[in-house]
């Protein structure tokens, strides 16, 4: 069975850092490409970045310069490197395949509040 665990999320000050991660187990991962979601209140759940099975990227241009997809295809691991954080990064976050599919469930995402 396949499970996804976020996990790094936090409350941080405008223009600070974080560095979420996401776990995979089960029949997933090296051949799969991945991605970052996020969900803002009142918001539909938007893709920030995609990392291919051979390591290309993308970003959405509102977080291009600021994030950094990376993953770990032995250990199973995505890492999404958050920096100069902004209010508006306020979401929670997710990370599944892209594009996602029916047979791989969404976690339980990792909450990322960006406050003074």
């Known amino acids: 069975q396949v499970q996804l665990v976020e996990s790094g999320g936090g409350l941080v000050q405008p223009g600070g850092s974080l560095r979420l991660s996401c776990a995979a187990s089960?029949?997933?991962?090296?051949?799969?490409?991945m991605g970052w979601y996020r969900q803002a209140p009142g918001k539909q759940r938007e893709l920030v970045a995609a990392?291919?099975?051979?390591?290309?990227?993308l970003y959405v241009d509102s977080v291009k310069g600021r994030f950094t997809i990376s993953r770990d295809n032995a250990k199973k691991m995505v890492y999404l490197q958050m920096n100069s954080l902004k209010p508006e990064d306020t979401a929670v976050y997710y990370c599944?395949?892209?594009?996602?599919?029916?047979?791989?469930?969404w976690g339980q995402g990792t909450q990322v509040t960006v406050s003074s």
């Open positions: 089960g029949s997933i991962f090296s051949n799969n490409a």
């Open positions: 990392i291919s099975s051979g390591g290309s990227t």
């Open positions: 599944n395949t892209r594009p996602p599919v029916s047979s791989v469930p």
